[in-house]
């Protein structure tokens, strides 16, 4: 195993260690039993009962000691396997520890501009600091970066200015030690699981303000596309944890000819509701989440590693209210697809060089707010495309439903629509 780089975070480790530890007394205790019917077994006659009167011949008991000793040295072999990964795992620490000699050279100033903006929480950050995240973040040496996003991964998993690739890894590192650590929820802890093994992506996640940006596609090359998705009322983090907030980005890359694109799928802080101060009339907080959205635009584009790509806005429902007040807060997409929309902000307008396309099926329950309100179903900005549900009869409810649930017809025109 010397000389081969990991790539795990401790806490991975750790949780492995334990489940294959437990299945080696598992195996042990296996073992045992089978010497245990074994010996109870043996008579002076040739034929031998064994429990609940099974007769076991002589040869059978043989085989019964040498499959018990095979167990037993499966066992043994599993358990030093272990041991080596974490002797292994923490040597490569301990070797890396000169590296991380720069914790003690790097100035007080970069040391403010990275990790100490950090500690004050988004809430009370300045507007630009994320710039000042980025310039102290460009000036460190590729094995400081990764000794910060191992140790710090709990500073800068949602840190604006930190690229968004080592974002993703840090807040791989963190769900493992969130595991280790153990969460409550069944849905939570398949999710984590699914971070850890690098299925899932997150450039975000805090659960306890429910914040998440799941970022679906690969990170390992610059992508061409960017989108982002913004979900519709009721939107929580349940929804992510079973895949279907992400249906949507997930269908636009699936298949052979899918294009070069990652979605964010963004559902940053408590979402829009039906009542209330955050409900989907609420203009002061629809316009709140459409600065986030704006915010989240600039951040992108500054990346180091996707500044190149061109970037896209998909909203369901109210998320639509959403996007169209990220472009009042100056955000520029070069498509805006709206996925029965909700209403657009009065202060709102197309932006110069922007597409703008309007999907839905059938009737759909969204359609009666144009009688009071502008929306995408009635202006004229918008390429307006009527889907046919595959069923006839269904309600405009359901219909609202399945224009976000990631069909072919949806994938379709919104690949079309990216790529002209």
Do not use: C
């Amino acid at each position: 195993m010397t000389g081969v780089r990991l790539g795990m975070a401790p806490g991975e480790v750790e949780v492995i260690d334990a489940r294959v530890r437990s299945a080696v007394d598992r195996m042990l205790s296996v073992a045992s039993t089978v010497e245990s019917v074994a010996d109870r077994s043996v008579d002076p006659v040739g034929w031998l009962l064994g429990p609940g009167s099974i007769v076991i011949a002589p040869f059978s008991i043989a085989s019964a000691h040498f499959a018990a000793a095979g167990t037993r040295a499966a066992a043994s072999a599993a358990g030093e396997l272990i041991a080596r990964l974490v002797g292994e795992v923490q040597s490569q620490r301990d070797v890396s520890a000169p590296s991380r000699s720069f914790l003690t050279s790097m100035t007080a100033s970069m040391w403010a501009g990275l990790l100490g903006i950090a500690a004050g929480g988004s809430s009370s950050r300045p507007a630009e600091a994320w710039r000042q995240v980025s310039a102290v973040w460009a000036r460190l040496a590729p094995v400081q970066r990764a000794a910060i996003v191992q140790d710090f991964p709990e500073r800068i998993a949602g840190l604006d200015g930190v690229p968004i690739v080592a974002r993703v890894e840090a807040n791989r590192v963190l769900a493992a030690r969130r595991l280790a650590d153990g969460v409550s929820s069944s849905a939570e802890r398949e999710f984590l699981v699914s971070v850890v093994r690098g299925d899932t992506q997150l450039m975000l996640y805090e659960p306890e303000h429910e914040r998440i940006i799941e970022v679906v596609g690969a990170v390992d090359r610059p992508p061409e596309h960017i989108v982002t998705y913004v979900p519709g009322t009721g939107a929580e983090l349940a929804d992510l944890y079973d895949g279907s907030t992400q249906r949507v980005a997930r269908s636009l890359i699936d298949g052979e000819h899918a294009p070069d694109l990652v979605t964010l799928v963004y559902l940053d802080g408590p979402w829009i509701t039906w009542v209330g101060e955050r409900s989907n009339t609420a203009a002061s907080f629809l316009s709140d989440r459409g600065a986030a959205v704006a915010h989240l635009s600039e951040v992108v584009a500054a990346d180091p590693d996707w500044s190149g790509a061109k970037q896209h806005i998909v909203s369901h429902s109210a998320g639509t209210t959403v996007a169209a007040y990220a472009e009042v807060h100056g955000a520029r997409y070069q498509t805006f697809t709206s996925l029965a929309g909700s209403w657009l902000p009065s202060e709102w307008s197309a932006r110069e060089g922007s597409r703008y396309l309007y999907l839905q099926y059938g009737i759909d329950a969204i359609d009666a707010l144009a009688l009071v309100s502008s929306t995408p179903f009635e202006s004229s900005v918008f390429e307006r495309t009527f889907l046919v549900p595959d069923d006839l009869s269904s309600d405009p409810a359901a219909n609202h439903s399945l224009v976000a649930s990631g069909t072919d017809e949806v994938k379709g025109a919104i690949v079309a629509h990216i790529s002209k």
